[in-house]
């Protein structure tokens, strides 16, 4: 057991303990808060004049299946032989020694999910998982946890360049449609008791139809959200709106369909006509009205050691610190749908926590001790 005392500690609902302890049993958070605790097999660790928070989570990456530094040889993220390609999945493709894993620690970066890129119109199951271990299989917290989509410029630039569909954003609705509508026959065939001809991609999809699993779809532009929100509605299926660069234009819209929105990355440059709008009021205007934001940065377009310096960035540009805080704590993990587990430092949780030297916020200070499922996995000295 592990106990840490001494500390101010964000528990991530927007409840600060100063002064307060927690206790670390196994891979759980035993107590937490001001209490009286005397063991002699309990090691003791002084937080004086440090902050404790939940362990960070960044609910968009490309972590270990687009590896940095080694050009296309490392870049399993994109299946791009068809527009089309729900049968392939993300936990495939990851490489957990990749040292994007480790610089996650040193962030204080502890859950993470890992999707297909955004070359596709549907492009396959994504998994989360923990950012400590070297077996994948072991690191995984949920999988499949949803199915990958995406609108706009990507899936028309690398498949219209060939000359094949999508050329247009039509084309990419019409594709979308067309697959679903495929799924939704496989599915009502099970259901009568028929056995269709087994096909490892609509299977897939019918978890999407079936709300097992959410979609999670790529989209920039308002009117790629809007045609996103047309389709969630037509096929009655969960969302989440992963990036969402223009929703400031539309917020009161995007609210008003309750799906969760991921924000980012905005600390990147404007690399293409549809983040021409970029901006960091954007987590601001959706959350003020009542959107369910997690920031992002979609590593490795922005490296994941920079996700706290995006939310501040947010926070000067106007976001709420406690919606902040919740940004890459518990909302994103209620994005993630693993709220039970990670998100927020309670009883019965997983212990992922940080250490920090003071006020996470003031980028002068660091990450001294990162924690999951009770182990030290990172430690500054």
Known sequence: MLLIENATIIIGTGEVINDGKILIKGKKIEKIG????ENDDVKIMDANDKVISPGLIDVHTHLGVH?????????????????????????????????????ARKAGVTTVQVLPGSANVIGGEMVTLKTAGTIVDEMVIRNPSGMKAAFGENPKRLHGTKGKAPIT????AALFRKEMRKAQQYLEKKENGKKPDFDLGLENLCK?????????????????????LRLAKEFDIEITIEHCTEGHH???????????????????TRSKIELSEKGWHTPKVLAEAGVSVSITTDHPVVGIEYLLSSVANAIKFGLNETEAWRSITLTAAQHL????????????KDADLVIWSGDPFDLRNSVETTIINGEIVYNKE
């Open 34 to 37: 001001h209490f009286t605790y």
């Open 67 to 103: 590896e940095e530094g080694i050009g296309n040889i490392g870049h399993d993220f994109n299946e791009t032989s068809d527009p089309i390609t729900p049968e392939v999945r993300a936990i495939d493709g990851i490489n957990p020694r990749e040292k994007g894993f480790e610089d």
């Open 169 to 172: 954003r039509m084309g990419i």
């Open 208 to 228: 999407v139809l079936q709300k097992e699993i959410p979609l999670r779809a790529h989209a920039h532009r308002a009117d790629d959200i809007v045609t996103l």
């Open 250 to 268: 539309i917020a009161e819209y995007v609210a008003s369909h309750g799906f969760h929105v991921s924000a980012g990355p905005t600390m990147s």
């Open 337 to 348: 749908g693993i709220e039970d587990r990670v998100g927020s430092l309670e009883e019965g």
